[in-house]
């Protein structure tokens, strides 16, 4: 797991030269969640050495459930309640961050998603921030007109963007952003927490997934590929873990498509490796992706692979070795890799 410092040149000491105290880092995100970016972050916040950097975790939302649950021990955490930019909330707490920004003293802050980045970078500028760091960790895929206006107006306020593949870089490029503000920090993924256990191929043999209930995952297609396995294969099980807001359109299509006992939405899963070492196959039906934290995880746990080529996907994997990679939206083309793997453990 990589770990990412603008490092501002304090008084009293040369570009480049160790600071004489640790460097004061407020990380915003919307709010927290057991998907990819999130977890890494929390990873990052755990694993930061104290003496080099302090963090600070701000939560634009963060007052649901789960945020609260997730709230990492290992530093302060500012939970700011805004669910709407464009409301009086989003302005009171744009003053009450800036505050807290200069109170604190904060060097970095480092920001995640669009509405964190839209409020974030405007308001460290505001409060004198010496430095401010973007990550991007996906193509732009959800990127609408409103979403690019706003980006160039906040790109001056930016100092470096970070994405976690090459693609990601292109995609940022051809926004318009200097590739010298760009920097490429590919994921990481704790291998020790994955064990290496053989899938058994047994009955049922177990084909899942790790994603967020969201169109770009492409969870409508794995269900629809399904719905053309189990009609050929009786032993088969479906499982997907995680939650998000296309859940009530996913379970209508299982019903449509008659797969209630044959296809689960496990909802949110607190531990992805031992749901990795149940499943015989991975799959990542996703329609784009830069680096998939989900992808990284299935490889590290040595599970045998179905994913479509987006992203990174061709980089990491060495299609036809032990793992398959089919064009995105071709929902035949995904049956039939799952198949050959069903036909040939």
Not at 326 to 342: H, I, N
Request: proline share 5%; with cysteine; hydrophobic share 45%.
């Amino acid at each position: 797991m990589s770990v990412f410092v603008a490092r501002p040149v304090r008084q009293g000491t040369a570009s480049g030269e160790a600071p004489s105290s640790p460097i004061r880092v407020a990380y915003l995100i919307d709010r927290l969640s057991r998907a990819g970016t999130e977890m890494q972050l929390l990873g990052i916040i755990r694993s930061l050495d104290r003496s080099q950097v302090l963090p600070w975790l701000v939560l634009l939302d963060g007052e649901d459930d789960e945020s609260q649950r997730l709230a990492p021990a290992e530093c302060p955490v500012l939970r700011l309640g805004v669910r709407s930019l464009a409301s009086v909330r989003a302005v009171r707490a744009a003053w009450r961050l800036a505050r807290w920004l200069r109170r604190n003293r904060i060097d970095v802050v480092q920001t995640y998603f669009i509405d964190s980045t839209l409020f974030g970078v405007a308001v460290a500028r505001w409060a004198g921030v010496r430095r401010v760091v973007r990550v991007r960790n996906n193509l732009g895929y959800w990127l609408t007109r409103r979403h690019r206006w706003w980006n160039r107006m906040i790109e001056a306020g930016i100092d470096v963007t970070l994405t976690n593949s090459q693609a990601g870089r292109e995609s940022l490029m051809a926004e318009g952003i200097p590739p010298e503000r760009i920097v490429v920090m590919e994921n990481g993924v704790e291998i020790e927490k994955f064990a290496a256990a053989p899938p058994r191929f047994g009955n049922p043999l177990r084909i899942g997934a790790i994603a967020n209930l969201r169109p770009v995952k492409g969870l409508d297609l794995l269900i629809r590929a399904a719905a053309e396995l189990t009609r050929k294969y009786d032993h088969l099980l479906f499982e997907v873990a995680g939650e998000g807001p296309q859940r009530e359109e996913l379970e209508r299509l299982i019903r449509e498509l008659g797969l209630e006992s044959r296809f689960i939405l496990r909802g949110s899963v607190s531990d992805i490796p031992e749901f990795l070492a149940r499943l015989d196959i991975a799959v990542l039906p996703s329609r784009s992706e830069s680096l998939s934290n989900a992808l990284l995880e299935a490889m590290a746990s040595g599970r045998a692979i179905v994913a479509t080529r987006v992203g990174a996907a061709s980089k990491l994997i060495d299609d036809g070795v032990e793992r398959l990679l089919v064009e995105p939206e071709d929902v035949s083309g995904l049956a039939r890799a799952m198949e050959f793997m069903v036909q040939h453990p």
